[in-house]
């Protein structure tokens, strides 16, 4: 059973830094896209960025462009979220996704495994 395992989350003022990491256990994703998803209280869960399996390539919202950086380190079986710059729009719940498939997708229902989420908080 794939199981994603989220890490990093807080609490942090506008302006600083955070990042999550997202380890996943259960068998080798070199292979798989992996992305981030968020949240936010009484909102749709939404597209964050997103890591190709295949050659690396990555895409982001529109949001968090510039300030938000995807990577992966496949020996660890792991993904991160660098996030810069952050507001309090930015506060949510943050998801690790990963897709039985190489290419990105931007879409939830694309990813077949899930964790369950770790608590990003943005005070002003």
């Known amino acids: 059973q794939v199981q994603p395992v989220e890490s990093g989350g807080g609490l942090v003022q506008a302006g600083g830094s955070l990042r999550l990491s997202c380890a996943a256990s259960?068998?080798?994703?070199?292979?798989?896209?992996m992305g981030w998803f968020r949240q936010a209280p009484g909102k749709e869960r939404e597209f964050v960025a997103a890591i190709s399996g295949s050659d690396g390539s990555t895409s982001y919202a529109d949001s968090v462009k510039g300030r938000f950086t995807i990577s992966r380190d496949n020996a660890e079986n792991t993904v991160y979220l660098q996030m810069n710059s952050l507001k309090p729009e930015d506060t949510a719940v943050y998801y690790c996704a990963v897709r039985a498939a190489s290419r990105i997708s931007a879409a939830a229902i694309n990813y077949a495994y899930w964790g369950q989420g770790t608590q990003v908080t943005v005070s002003s």
């Open positions: 259960g068998r080798t994703f070199i292979n798989y896209a």
